[in-house]
């Protein structure tokens, strides 16, 4: 007992120190840090946009139509007189519940598609991955085209579009790294010892996929956000009277050189939001990928 405490310790220490490494290191990188410094920004604003809105969403002044940015309209209004920066920070929200319901949907499902067949291999895993193939064949804006147009547009119906399209990216990292982890000592004493295949892949094959699900999570977010505001763009996403950044530039158009702030505002709010998503995502890839840990810390070392 008295050998076996300490090195219970011990290993809880190193863990933890791997843990505080990990997360120096993230925070080392100043690029990571303001990105995720300004998607917490947008997260805040957008959470707290009910309340903090200057005007209704859909409140007309048909006087105030078209009015540049002033101190009363801070990005001007629309052809409605409605406030764009009201529009903005609500269609915010709207824009990243969806992008997080569908990544998640994706993430859950295709997790466990890929795990499983990953894991599994033999028909389980031929059968899974030509359906994946089959949804890969397909351009994802058209892939999510047809969904949309099968069903009713709306909110509901984009985020199940998005989800279904984003489903065969996480399967095909899943499986990837599914199929290196069952060759792992661990998996093998495990299938010896007949622990349960449900069990094994919860323990041991999950935990050992984390890493490129996450960093696969946060480039997804963005690329879903583009998507939602493509869908917007094009009338097969939320409808009108409901603000969407993908919206609000379909009815900017119209107006490009009468108004510039109705089109500049939601678009500058589509590509901060995605690209604060990809430099995250790159700042955790450098992370938790060893390989480009190692060349990190060889860096910093030197």
Known sequence: MSLEKPTTELTALDEASGRMSTWRLLLSNPLTVAS???LLVIVVLSVLAPVIVPYGVNEIDVAGALAPPSAAHWFGTDELGRDVLTRVLLAGGTSLTIAVVAVTFALVVGVTIGAVAGYRGGVVDAVSMRVVDVMFAFPV???????????????????????????PIFARVARASALSARTSPFVQVSQTMGT??????????????????????????????????????????????????????????????????????????????????????????????PRQRTLIEARRAR
């Open 196 to 289: 349960p295949g449900a069990v094994i892949l919860a323990r041991h094959v999950l935990p050992n996929i984390a890493g490129p699900i996450v960093v696969q999570t946060s480039l997804s977010l963005a690329f879903a956000i583009l998507s939602e505001a493509a869908l917007s763009f094009l009338g097969l996403g939320i409808q009108p009277p409901s603000p969407s950044w993908g919206g609000m530039l379909y009815t900017a158009q119209g107006f490009i050189s009468q108004a510039w702030w109705m089109s500049v505002f939601p678009g500058a709010a589509i590509f901060v939001t995605a690209l604060a998503f990809n430099l995250v995502g790159d700042g955790l890839r450098d992370v938790l990928d």
């Open 36 to 38: 995720g410094s300004v």
């Open 141 to 167: 804006l058209l892939l999510a085209l047809a969904i949309v147009a099968i069903f009713q547009p709306g909110m509901a119906t984009t985020m199940i579009a998005i989800g279904i399209v984003y489903t």
